[in-house]
């Protein structure tokens, strides 16, 4: 269990959340031991505050605003509703060819940038260009990104999320 | 969790998005009205095999941006006399979505020598860059163009009157605004519900209005013509008796900064004189007589014709020709 709750937790870092994870212990089961997982997308955008000293703080915010360029935060929470562990998850999410990941998104975050066959932090991605030779992919080339959690506990909710520009 | 951590992220975050905010507006941005829909797909294990779960869709749709610029299309200041000119201007929408846009010309333009009076902005219609009356239509009050689609330019004209007591070397800016016709404001102001497909339509980082300036030099151009005659006679004199040769030159001074165009210079050869043929020339450079491809042409009947064509002001052009006394 202490190995789950590090992952958990370091997905949360690397993921901007908002929703504090509560990592509890499995209950015993009662009745049919089974987990049942769900899923809630949302959208969010960064809303920036500066106070009289200056200092800027930003928070997330219900998006009122959809122009090209406009920065969001695509988020995904995950709850256990059942009464055991689900395991070797991995969540997915493609991304609509009218957004962009942020060039600022998380380095270790995993993606796809050939339509979702092939996965892997964007550094270590490739794409091929019209001539067949191949570059370094960009956050422009993402087509997927993708998490995956080793077990999620009875109980255990979080937040996962990647930041998006609109093109 | 490490609260430290989670700041310093957020803080990054941050930084990266001024950034973004401060960088101008995208003209090849997804289009107004656009649905972007975001679902994420989960797997897991249950103990008994693979189970598969589709989160929730969430839809937002892209908003209109208002952008535009104006540009002027002139290489450098019009070279005007009093009367009309004509000013060239390029709309462009720089936002997503179709917008059409009001437009105001403006004459009062601080430095000006003098202030042109606007009479008409026209649109080129027949897209061939160049203001054809009667052709490209004419704008009526509120000047406002078409519904020009993301990224749609569109040339216009501003046509003027340089008026009459403007001086040779005076100059005069015009200035062309194009204004969203959904509105304008500072950036980020949003008219709800006034944008393509019922999305909301939001001032760009150019307040959905651009100006540009157009200039007019005057440049006014006489042209001032001075002949004169050499006489030699028969006897090595002046004399003006029959069989003397005189020889005529014919000053055309430019005067002014601009140019003329299609100067000619026409004479008749006197009563009682002949014309000496061969003898017609332009700056010294013989010019034959008959109607050809050089610019002169001279009989004894019709007389002597110089086309020049467009000269430059500031300088002067000497026509010679003979005639001998009868």
Request: hydrophobic share 50%; glycine share 20%; no cysteine.
């Given at each position: 269990m202490t190995k789950l709750t590090k992952i958990v937790a370091a997905a949360l870092v690397a993921a901007l959340p908002v929703v504090p994870v509560t990592a509890q212990e499995a209950t015993a089961p009662t009745e049919a031991a089974e987990p049942n997982v769900s899923l809630q997308s949302d959208v969010k955008a960064y809303k920036e505050t500066t106070d009289a000293d200056g200092n800027v703080s930003s928070e997330l915010v219900e998006p009122t605003v959809f122009t090209p360029g406009t920065r969001l935060s695509f988020g995904l929470s995950y709850e256990n509703k059942g009464n055991s562990p689900a395991t070797d998850v991995t969540a997915t999410n493609p991304l609509h060819e009218a957004v962009q990941l942020a060039p600022d998104a998380d380095p270790a975050l995993i993606v796809s940038v050939d339509g979702g066959t092939t996965f892997g932090i964007l550094a270590d991605l490739q794409v091929a260009d019209e001539t067949g030779a191949t570059r370094p992919a960009t956050h422009d080339d993402v087509t997927h990104v993708r998490w995956t959690i080793a077990a999620i506990a009875p109980g255990e909710s979080g937040r996962v999320a990647f930041p998006v520009i609109i093109r | 969790m490490n609260t430290k951590v989670l700041n310093r992220s957020l803080f990054a975050t941050l930084t990266a998005a001024a950034l973004t905010t401060g960088s101008?507006?995208?003209?090849?941005?997804?289009?107004?009205?656009t649905l972007i829909e975001n679902t994420a797909t989960a797997t897991y294990d249950d103990g008994t095999g693979v189970q598969t779960v589709d989160s929730n869709t969430v839809v937002v749709r892209v908003d209109e941006l208002l952008a535009v610029t104006v540009t002027s299309l002139d290489p450098g200041p019009i070279s005007a006399g009093p009367g009309e000119a004509v000013l060239t201007f390029e709309i462009i929408n720089q936002g997503n979505g179709p917008e059409a846009f009001e437009l105001t010309a403006n004459p009062a333009v601080a430095g000006n020598d003098f202030d042109t009076t606007i009479e008409s902005i026209a649109v080129d219609t027949n897209g061939n860059g160049t203001f054809d009356p009667g052709v490209d239509v004419i704008l009526t009050r509120p000047e406002t163009t078409d519904v020009l689609q993301a990224d749609e330019s569109l040339t216009v004209f501003v046509i003027v009157t340089v008026p009459a007591g403007a001086s040779d070397t005076d100059e005069s800016d015009v200035e062309l605004t194009a204004s969203a016709v959904t509105g304008t404001g500072a950036p980020g102001t949003t008219f709800a519900g006034a944008g393509a497909d019922g999305g909301d339509a939001i001032v760009g980082t150019g307040g959905a209005e651009d100006s540009a300036i157009g200039s007019l030099i005057v440049g006014i151009t006489d042209v001032e013509l001075t002949k004169s005659a050499a006489v030699i006679d028969p006897f090595g004199g002046t004399s003006v008796v029959p069989g003397s040769v005189v020889t005529f030159t014919i000053s055309a001074a430019i005067v002014g900064s601009g140019s003329v165009d299609n100067l000619t210079v026409t004479d008749a050869i006197p009563d009682d004189t002949t014309y000496v043929p061969g003898t017609l020339a332009l700056n010294g450079a013989p010019l034959t007589d008959a109607t050809d491809t050089d610019v002169g042409e001279a009989s004894d009947a019709t007389g002597i014709s110089v086309d020049l064509g467009t000269v430059a002001g500031g300088t002067t052009q000497a026509i010679t020709f003979d005639v001998t006394i009868d």
């Open positions: - | 101008p507006a995208l003209a090849d941005g997804i289009s107004a009205g």
